[in-house]
């Protein structure tokens, strides 16, 4: 059934509830084949859902949240600049000091500085940043480079599911729905800790424990220098400070009453302005262009085009549709509920990408608060997070984080094709969620 005259006119009378599906469903279809960038898809779909008449272009606009997209523009400016200090290569260096060189404790606390980062930015500019450090290490120690990649994506994807700005689809709920950074930090927070400890037993059985290197080689990362890394000292003290301040104005957002998306691009105007304050005028024209340059505007579009795309399903009725349902089959009961959504956004996280998948779900759990009361279903969120988030890790297409790294280890002549993947990370990814299952099971239902 059509929202409040969302739907101006269908083409030949046809059913918007139908229409809007099929459109979804070859959206979906095609950005699976990766033939055709995804951004490119998503904005054809948006395009035909408003041309052919299932919503007008007023309320195509309304679909999109722009707290989401302001927040992901925020978060990637201010990485962009920061990034230019070398702290993110400083961090990698000190890991692999401080684990003495070994290829073992190098390969576990990478996982947790990876972990970390991917909690307080987010884990495709994390994998970024970490993975060049990780060849250049595993070079000089000469060890297989695969693992540590490996356990780079894994890390990544737990650990942005520990926060807001984690994660596409944390930033997703969170902006959607109206949670905040510290509803995220309360409710997910503690069960990533314990599915992280679990990751890293895991990966020490399966390669850390057999993990060897010459002395030779060992002594050569010992030289490295992690103070050699930083590039800009002055930038450096910068970024942290600014940084520090976005993380707490997300902690504080709720009380000061101002959107996330805020606080990023207000950060992120902030230390444009120190930047360009300390260069010359020529160099601080250049800087602003690199800069802008920087942000992922492919993404960015493609959440643009994807949130037209999932508004006209939902106006369409379809995920009404599928709500009751869904009610109907899990007998009305809010655990079993959330019990089917957390496995179903694992599985189908792993086959198709999470983005999508939970922009869908986010409406369609929306439509289950008349059945549960709204003030019950905030457990389902949780549900969503920790299946989509966790589930991404399951195959190299279930993330963002996974393509690219898979990318980069390619053009650095390393094998890292979807079968090899899969047959390791679908198992650990099913481990994830079970330990999620309990954790849900404690703690809400």
């Known amino acids: 059934m059509a929202e409040h005259g969302a739907i101006s006119h269908v083409f030949f009378g046809l059913d918007p509830m139908w229409v809007s599906t099929v459109l979804l469903l070859i959206t979906y279809a095609t950005i699976i084949t990766e033939k055709v960038n995804r951004s490119i898809i998503a904005l054809l779909g948006a395009g035909v859902m408003i041309l052919v008449g299932v919503l007008n272009q007023e309320e195509a606009i309304r679909g999109i949240d722009f707290n989401t997209i302001g927040l992901l523009t925020g978060m990637m400016i ?65 060890v297989p480079p695969y693992p540590y990649l490996f356990a780079e994506v894994f890390a990544s994807n737990i650990g942005g599911t520990a926060t807001l700005i984690g994660d596409p689809p944390n930033i997703l709920i969170g902006s959607l729905v109206g949670l ?45 220098h992690a103070g050699d890394t930083i590039l800009d000292p002055v930038l450096l003290k910068q970024s942290l400070v600014v ?59 493609f959440f643009i085009g994807l ?57 369609l759990i929306k439509n289950l608060a008349p059945a549960f009361g709204p003030d019950n279903i905030q457990p389902l969120w949780w549900c969503l997070s920790l299946g989509a988030c966790l589930g991404g890790n399951g195959t190299l297409i279930g993330a963002s984080a996974n393509l690219t790294v898979a990318g980069i280890a390619e053009r ?24 999620s299952h309990v954790y849900v099971w404690w703690r809400y239902f």
Request: no cysteine.
């Open 78 to 142: 201010l990485v962009s600049i920061s990034r230019r200090s070398g702290m993110f290569e400083y961090m990698a260096v000190w890991a692999a000091k401080k684990a003495k060189a070994h290829p073992a404790g190098i390969l576990l606390l990478l996982q947790v500085v990876t972990a970390v980062l991917s909690a307080l930015l987010d884990n495709v500019t994390t994998v970024l940043l970490i993975v060049p450090v990780t060849l250049a290490i595993t070079r000089e120690l000469k």
């Open 180 to 224: 905040s950074f510290n509803q995220f930090l309360i409710h997910l927070t503690p069960v990533i800790v314990v599915v992280m400890a679990a990751q890293l037993v895991m990966i020490h059985l399966l390669w850390g424990k057999d993990m060897k290197a010459t002395p030779e080689a060992e002594a050569r990362v010992m030289a490295m």
């Open 243 to 301: 940084i520090g301040v976005v993380i707490l104005g997300f902690v504080f957002a709720r009380p000061l009453r101002v959107e996330p998306a805020t606080v990023a691009m207000f950060g992120a105007a902030v230390l444009m302005f120190l930047d360009n304050k300390q260069h010359e005028s020529e160099h601080a024209s250049q800087n602003i262009h690199k800069t802008f340059s920087d942000v992922e505007w492919i993404t960015i579009f």
């Open 307 to 363: 949130f037209v795309v999932v508004h006209g399903v939902e106006v369409g009725g379809l995920l009404k549709l599928l709500a009751d349902q869904l009610v109907a089959a899990t007998g009305g009961d809010l655990a079993r509920t959330g019990y089917a959504i957390l496995w179903a956004s694992a599985v189908l996280s792993a086959i198709v990408d999470n983005i999508p998948f939970v922009a869908t779900m986010i409406p």
């Open 412 to 435: 650095n002549g390393i094998n890292f094709s979807f079968v090899k993947y899969t047959l390791y990370a679908f198992p650990m990814m099913l481990v994830s969620v079970a330990i």
